[in-house]
């Protein structure tokens, strides 16, 4: 239940000064930025939240109200009001007497660590695109569904069109190949029952038992690949990722008249994975 925090504000508001006609002159690096007037729209006990969250993170072992009020230099009433509030929120926890960072607060923690992985996944692929000179996909097999997370292509290596849904088609692409033969048989034949073989090029297998005999012949970690399966001009290839029970992977792709380019492709993917797996292992939730 949302709390209005009626007490006084700290330090009043000081007025807006008026902008500069002429912008100001550039900055040495490094030189320190003097703290501008505050917008008279801000709101003063969200300031002082965020004031005490920061403070409460810097203390792992906990502190006390009367030790957070000095260090932000709250009131010590206004203190204790907007901690009830953050302790009822869930974004801080009272622990005999001390107060630690929530569950709320970790989420968000998380979710910053998350985008952080994410950027560093997107960042690896990029330059895999670059030194390769293909496009590159990274997918995972999560909650029985084969999901692509991360694309990196480019204007000279565009990535190959969606043009039937990547989900349900796995038994076709390099990607989803890849994922299925990562998994035992048993869960391959769940996932075939709700997402059945279909011909979508001349090139595709015809039936599950064929991919299955397929699957069951690929070895722990090597490179999975199809030629036009998926689609007629385009060939696949994807290099698997297993950590404990989740299945990855990294593919690309290339146009049918760069055929030649595949396995050496394949191959040099291959070796780039194997050098960052461990980093790929940390990022692949996501």
């Given at each position: 239940m949302a709390?209005?925090?009626?007490?006084?504000?700290?330090?009043?508001?000081?007025?807006?000064?008026?902008?500069?006609?002429?912008?100001?002159?550039?900055?040495?690096?490094?030189?320190?930025v003097p703290r501008q007037p505050a917008p008279t729209t801000l709101i003063g006990s969200v300031q002082r939240a965020m004031r005490l969250l920061e403070t409460v993170a810097a203390h792992p072992y906990g502190a006390p109200a009367k030790q957070l009020a000095r260090a932000t230099g709250l009131a010590?009433?206004?203190?204790?009001?907007?901690?009830?509030?953050?302790?009822?929120e869930g974004y801080l926890r009272r622990d005999k007497g001390l107060f630690f960072l929530g569950d709320a607060a970790e989420r968000l923690s998380s979710s910053g660590a998350r985008e952080k992985r994410r950027g560093r996944v997107a960042d690896t692929l990029a330059h895999w695109r670059d030194s390769i000179g293909a496009p590159m996909y990274y997918a995972?097999?999560?909650?029985?569904?084969v999901e692509v997370l991360c694309v990196a292509?480019?204007?000279?290596?565009?990535?190959?069109?969606?043009?039937?849904?990547?989900?349900?088609?796995?038994?076709?692409?390099?990607?989803?190949q890849c994922l299925l033969s990562q998994l035992d048989e048993g869960a391959r034949r769940e996932h075939l029952a709700r997402?059945?073989?279909?011909?979508?090029?001349?090139?595709?297998?015809?039936?599950?038992?064929?991919?299955?005999?397929?699957?069951?012949?690929?070895?722990?970690?090597e490179p999975v690949t199809e030629r036009q399966e998926y689609a007629v001009g385009t060939v696949c290839a994807a290099v698997p990722i297993t950590v404990g029970t989740t299945a990855a992977t990294?593919?690309?792709?290339?146009?049918?008249h760069q055929a030649d380019r595949l396995l050496p492709a394949a191959q040099r993917l291959h070796a780039e994975v194997g050098r960052h797996v461990g980093s790929l292992a940390l990022s692949i939730s996501i």
């Open positions: 709390t209005v925090d009626t007490a006084p504000a700290e330090t009043p508001a000081l007025p807006v000064q008026p902008r500069p006609r002429t912008p100001p002159a550039r900055r040495p690096s490094g030189m320190a010590l009433p206004t203190t204790y009001h907007l901690l009830r509030t953050l302790v009822h995972m097999y999560r909650d029985g569904e292509d480019s204007r000279e290596t565009p990535a190959a069109e969606e043009w039937a849904d990547f989900r349900e088609t796995g038994h076709a692409h390099a990607i989803g997402y059945p073989v279909q011909a979508l090029t001349p090139y595709t297998v015809r039936d599950s038992d064929a991919l299955l005999r397929r699957l069951a012949r690929v070895r722990r970690m990294v593919a690309l792709s290339l146009p049918a």
